[in-house]
């Protein structure tokens, strides 16, 4: 496996783009998900991955990925995959230079091309619908003390990145943390 990477950057922004090759491989079963078989062996493949960061404010970020196989696409891996985040984040730096105080919000959005992802146990072609997922991220943080709330899929799609294995709907979670220390 071989890779060359070219990257750009400045106090404000930053790009990376990496071209890979990647031999061929036999991939075994997956024990895990009973209605795949196994996915076909691949030959050599090329992939083409984008990343890059704008923050044109301190407390304003997006940022995120976009990978796509070149030429042949092997089974058992997602197809074109992208992830685009948008962020604001304030540290309430000019109120507390400390850093005590974070605020976060998150948006999140997900996203992959149709395409095989493996085979039954028959041997036939498992077909994978593309999709796009949304998910949200709220945090709060004073000192020690950390809260958030996180939900995925967000509007409520019913697809799903390996068959059978539905994401589920409008997942949430949620915590708090709080950490003492002598």
């Known amino acids: 496996d071989r890779a060359v990477t070219a990257a750009w950057q400045t106090k404000s922004a930053q790009i990376e783009a990496t ?17 795949m078989g196994a996915a076909a062996p691949s030959g050599r493949s090329e992939w083409v991955t984008l990343n890059a960061r704008l923050a044109p ?18 089974e ?9 985040n948008g962020t604001i984040q304030s540290k309430f730096l000019p109120t507390f230079p400390s850093g005590v105080f974070n605020f ?41 003390f950390t809260a958030y ?6 509007q409520g799609t019913r697809l799903e990145s390996v068959p059978g294995l539905q994401i589920p709907r409008f997942a949430s979670s949620f915590g708090v943390r709080w950490e003492f220390q002598n």
């Not at 404010?57 to 092997?74: E, F, H």
């Not at 058992?76 to 685009?84: D, F, K, R």
């Open 19 to 35: 071209y890979s090759w990647n031999a061929g491989y036999r991939p075994t079963g997956f024990a895990q998900y009973p209605t």
């Open 57 to 74: 404010l301190q407390w304003v970020i997006l940022d995120g990925w976009y990978s796509t196989p070149q030429g042949r696409r092997p």
């Open 76 to 84: 058992g891996q997602l197809p074109t995959h992208s992830v685009i």
């Open 104 to 144: 976060k919000i998150q948006i999140t959005m997900e996203n992959w091309s149709p395409g095989v992802v493996g085979r039954d146990p028959a041997g036939d072609p498992v077909s994978l619908k593309g999709a796009t997922f949304l998910r949200s991220y709220i945090g709060f943080q004073i000192g020690a």
């Open 149 to 154: 709330y996180d939900r995925y899929n967000v």
